[in-house]
């Protein structure tokens, strides 16, 4: 498995919307939700924010990729989301990556590689099939500041489980 997964090279203006999109992980931490924060920019303005919401919604696609895409085609109107770029805390799962696909996002930065769940070369790699649309992937940005919010939640959690 490949730790360091950037296909395309990161930019300063990439690390200030991370830091924003970790953020939004640390509010979702706060909710006991598990901290990952994603905001989806097109044409240089944030027009999406989100962050998982899966424990409190009870429901399995509130990933935090899943809802920002959502709200970023209300916000434009309409399911295609051309001129946009993903940044998320963590790598996309194959139920993101898909959905990332299926709105045809130009780009997805994301901070820490999802080493049991990524889709965007940890465990799988959706750009390598024959897909109709190949977002291209920054990978590493803010990484060990994102690894250490996880880390930071799930040992918290081990314990409060005790």
């Not at 919307?17 to 939004?24: G, H, I, K, V």
């Not at 920002?68 to 770029?85: F, K, M, N, S, V």
Request: charged share 25%.
């Amino acid at each position: 498995m490949k730790e360091e997964l950037i296909n395309e090279p990161m930019t300063e203006a990439d690390t200030a919307y991370m830091q924003q999109a970790l953020a939004l992980a640390e509010q979702a931490g706060a909710q006991d939700e598990v901290p990952v924060g994603a905001l989806i920019l097109h044409r240089g303005e944030v027009i999406a924010t989100a962050f998982n919401t899966r424990e409190t919604s009870k429901c399995a696609t509130h990933h935090a990729e899943v809802l920002a895409i959502e709200a970023a085609c209300r916000r434009l109107g309409g399911w295609r989301l051309p001129d946009c770029t993903l940044y998320v805390t963590l790598e996309p799962c194959p139920m993101c990556a898909g959905a990332i696909v299926n709105a045809r996002i130009d780009r997805v930065v994301y901070a820490a590689p999802d080493l049991r769940a990524g889709a965007f070369g940890s465990v799988v790699d959706l750009n390598t099939l024959p897909l109709n649309h190949k977002p291209r992937i920054t990978g590493g940005v803010c990484c060990e500041e994102s690894k250490s919010i996880l880390s930071a939640y799930f040992r918290a959690k081990r314990k409060k489980d005790k």
